[in-house]
């Protein structure tokens, strides 16, 4: 039952702390152009582009032995312009999908909901992913992610609230920004369904980080006001400023940040979340 993730030749920056998690928990990682599918086993492969087609073309369901999971970890309207319906085309994406891989994950509830062929897969984990001791506090709040105009709009009420804001970063330079700031946003990168950001909440989790989200159907394993926090988006800028100047909330967001800290590094692990996906895809 133990898993090898399957890399694609192509760098994805936004990846990286996906593969130190996969190193981190002790899984196998196989360049894909060295996989074997005549042979015997369950591969995971999270980014879908064309080595991975050429892959589905070459070894099509029905002609290898190795079984292939598609750990699908992108927004289903990402960059869609079109008419359809979200949720006719995230149906549509994952049947189309299964017709080359053996089973598909996803890390959002919600998405689940929508499609019940896909399987729930919790994206934990691991203290490893902390990088930089704890040093003094520099900013407020801090934002990782592609600057867009939605998340630029809240940024810029926040930082008209007076407050402090880092945003984006990759390197020590980012390491350094996760141990000295006190709270961690995530904001959807465009509008369209609401959805989590695990690999996000993940990374602030190591930190013992507070992360106050905008508002999704379903955090799980994160709980609402115990182990994250989350307002509708128009309300991200005010919830921001109560969380860092109300007084009484010091208290509640250290509580809120190492109880995330000890649900996703200690409990809900990468590799428990990738090893029971497993047990429920079979």
């Known amino acids: 039952m133990e898993p090898t993730f399957v890399k694609s030749s192509a760098t994805y920056e936004t990846y990286t702390d ?21 042979k015997k086993g369950i591969y995971i492969w999270p980014t879908m582009d064309e080595e991975f087609m050429q892959v589905m073309d070459s070894f099509p369901k029905g002609k290898r032995a190795a079984k292939l999971i598609f750990w699908n970890l992108e927004r289903p309207d990402g960059s869609y312009r079109g008419k359809m319906n979200i949720q006719e ?20 509830k919600g998405l689940e909901s929508i499609d019940p062929r896909n399987v729930f897969a ?40 007076g407050i402090s804001v880092v945003d984006g970063a990759w390197g020590p330079q980012r390491e350094r920004m996760l141990a000295s700031s006190r709270l961690f946003v995530s904001i959807d990168r465009v509008f369209g369904i609401h959805i989590s950001s695990p690999l996000r909440y993940v990374l602030a989790a190591a930190y013992g980080l507070p992360i106050l989200s905008e508002e999704v159907e379903d955090p799980y394993p994160l709980e609402p006001a115990k182990t994250i926090l989350m307002a509708k988006y128009e309300n991200l800028p005010n919830a921001v400023h ?18 995330c800290r000890k649900l996703l590094c200690e409990e809900w692990t990468f590799r428990r979340g990738v090893m029971e996906a497993i047990q429920r895809s079979f």
């Open 122 to 161: 919790v994206l934990g984990g691991h203290p490893g992913l902390r990088e930089q001791p704890p040093v003094e506090i520099s900013w407020e709040l801090l934002h990782l992610g592609q600057s867009t105009p939605r998340r630029q709009a809240v940024l810029t009420k926040v930082r008209d609230l």
């Open 242 to 259: 109560a969380a860092l100047r109300m007084p009484m909330m010091k208290d509640v967001l250290a509580e809120v940040g190492e109880a």
């Open 18 to 38: 996906f593969w130190r998690l996969v190193r981190l928990s002790g899984f196998r990682v196989l360049p894909a152009r060295e996989a074997d599918w005549s």
């Open 89 to 108: 085309l995230f149906w549509k994406g994952t049947g189309e999908i299964l017709e080359w891989a053996d089973a598909v994950w996803v890390s959002d």
